[in-house]
């Protein structure tokens, strides 16, 4: 039963992991508990000394009182540090967790985020982790300490009187069976709950991004509307999961009145000394508190234990391209090939059709096409960032399968079609890719066409960009992110349609910059935008994920139907 326990291999791995912190707590918490138990001995001791001597206090009881209260301070300190040991466990594994989960997206391919509610990843990554950070801090130190509590204090209170302990610890019997159900019913419900919540994130994650849509087709209020509705259920089932958490400590309180109860009626019945009721009344708190924490101490393994399976379930997801040849990818020339190439995304129909193409070494080449003719999952299939099979592609005859991903992905550069830019500053969105100067920045900048521009702004290029670039224009996030791959040199640079929202004048000047930066290097541009390949070395027409024809502007307006349809529309469209 508990083998095939996800949550109990991950806790026992974890303890395992930071066994010498769990040793030093534990021994901490023994000490404390030991102390714990001799307390109530010298209070019991205390008491009947002052009982025998007329209730008139002697040196004796002064000095038995001073040992109580010495202990006791000790206790304090020492419960203190155990705390501190132990919950810092929770803290290094919450660290760790997060550590591992971030690596693991990273290793992810890109098909499964367009399959992912982003804000729910969130969640997991904070909320559920959070919630291992307490089993293994908070959960672990109680777990230790109430085990230690039974086993020194029970005996203690055996030795007080036998008969009132045994009576009192069957009537703890079927309160904790009933606790032990209660807390299947509570695992459900948690898990209900942290999926609600990631739901939320999630929508709220959506429309933060979408907030211009939404302002801009005055879908406000209906907006409010759908949160409100997400917003109630979360809301139910987090007061529903709180009502069944409200059941436990009644129940433990019950406990704790039948204790009570059967010691009254032993003090009735003239059973113990005074000495003795003291004693017993303070091993009673001490295994109360622990048994009451019972019930806590369910919640929090429950949803630790839901959130271990929710993190589990992403680091079991196993990525499809996996970075395993050390051979380094060496690229001289910059000849790409690429033959009988077919791809899917998962278990589609071919997205890629044996498509079959060669790009010579050190040419400007032109990729045109249909919309969902296939072009941008050719550019990202030369990138890897698709799961391309082996010996389909190769970058100066070496297959990209057979070479680390680092090197291929160094030495081939992509600027894809949809720009993305990281909340900083322009210069640091530049020079993402490595350490480059100030002179280098400004050159790649200026390739790209930006650089008057930059140095317009007040902050020039320590200028923050904003949340996905929003303090720039749509054709200047584009040359920010052009010139971020400009800057790296690659040897075959690969441009997915990426100065599409540049006008046609700075779309010139910045293909005859790019030509000119890279006369021994391959340029790959992928557009719409035909007349920008008006002087291309070669162009390449796809159609229906396969290669339908190639060569120079003119010779494709001769002999290609669907290259003349495409010039044809374009110049309609300039018209």
């Not at 801090?137 to 302990?165: D, E």
């Not at 030369?382 to 291929?408: F, H, K, W, Y």
Request: charged share 20%.
């Amino acid at each position: 039963m508990f083998a095939n326990n996800p949550t109990l291999k991950f806790f026992i791995q974890q303890v395992k992991r930071y066994r010498k912190e769990t040793i030093i707590g534990t021994l901490l918490l023994i000490v404390t508990n030991a102390l714990g138990v001799y307390i109530p001995i010298q209070i019991k001791h205390t008491i009947d000394l002052f009982v025998s001597k007329g209730l008139k206090p002697g040196a004796e009881v002064w000095i038995s009182l001073a040992i109580i209260a010495s202990l006791a301070l000790v206790m304090a300190a020492i419960r203190t540090q155990s705390r501190v040991v132990l919950f810092g466990i929770g803290r290094r594994v919450e660290s760790d967790q997060k550590q591992e989960f971030y690596e693991h997206l990273l290793k992810l391919d890109m098909v499964y985020f367009n399959t992912q509610r982003i804000g729910d990843l969130i969640s997991r990554a904070t909320n559920d982790i959070q919630a291992i950070r307490q089993m293994m801090g908070f959960g672990l130190l109680n777990l230790i300490n109430i085990v230690w509590v039974y086993s020194l204090t029970l005996p203690l209170m055996y030795s007080l009187n036998k008969s009132l302990t045994i009576w009192i610890m069957v009537g703890y019997v079927p309160i904790l069976f009933f606790v032990r159900l209660l807390s299947i019913k509570l695992k459900h419900k948690q898990q209900e709950a942290q999926e609600k919540l990631g739901s939320l994130s999630s929508f709220i994650e959506e429309d933060i991004n979408g907030i211009q849509v939404i302002k801009s087709y005055s879908q406000e209020r209906r907006e409010i509307s759908r949160f409100e509705q997400i917003n109630t259920d979360y809301r139910d089932v987090s007061v529903g999961l709180a009502q069944w958490r409200g059941v436990i400590w009644p129940i433990m309180e019950l406990a704790k009145g039948i204790s009570f109860f059967l010691l009254l009626l032993y003090v009735n019945q003239g059973l113990l000394t005074a000495g003795t009721v003291a004693a017993f009344l303070v091993c009673l708190e001490r295994i109360l508190f622990p048994t009451a924490i019972i019930g806590w101490l369910i919640t929090i393994f429950q949803r630790g234990s839901v959130s271990v399976e929710r993190i589990q379930e992403i680091l079991r997801i196993e990525p499809s391209i996996i970075n395993h040849s050390p051979n380094e990818l060496k690229v001289k020339d910059g000849e790409l090939k690429i033959k009988d190439l077919n791809l899917a995304y998962e278990q589609e129909n071919l997205v890629l059709k044996d498509l079959t193409l060669n790009v010579k070494p050190g040419n400007f080449v032109g990729i045109v096409g249909t919309i969902g003719s296939g072009k941008s999952t050719f550019c990202n299939s030369v990138m890897r960032l698709l799961n391309v099979p082996p010996q389909a592609i190769n970058v100066d005859e070496q297959d990209i399968v057979g070479v680390s991903l680092p090197s291929l992905r160094e030495q081939v550069t992509l600027v894809p079609q949809e720009t993305f830019l990281f909340n900083t500053t322009i210069k640091q969105n530049i020079s993402f890719a490595g350490e480059f100067s100030e002179e280098e920045i400004i050159k790649a900048a200026k390739d790209a066409q930006l650089h008057d521009e930059i140095s317009g702004f007040e902050n020039g290029y320590e200028t923050l960009v904003g949340e996905k670039g929003v303090s720039l224009s749509g054709g200047q996030a584009q040359r920010v992110a052009l010139a971020r791959a400009i800057i790296t040199n690659p040897k075959i640079l690969i441009l997915d349609d990426s100065i599409a929202s540049v006008d046609n004048e700075i779309g010139v000047r910045i293909l005859n910059s790019l030509r000119q930066r890279f006369k021994e290097q391959t340029l790959i541009l992928v557009t719409h935008r035909i007349s920008s390949l008006k002087d291309a070395d070669e162009i390449f027409v796809l159609d229906n994920g396969t290669c339908i024809g190639s060569g120079k502007h003119g010779h494709l307006l001769r002999t290609n139907e669907v290259y003349q349809k495409l010039w044809k529309k374009q110049k309609l469209a300039i018209v």
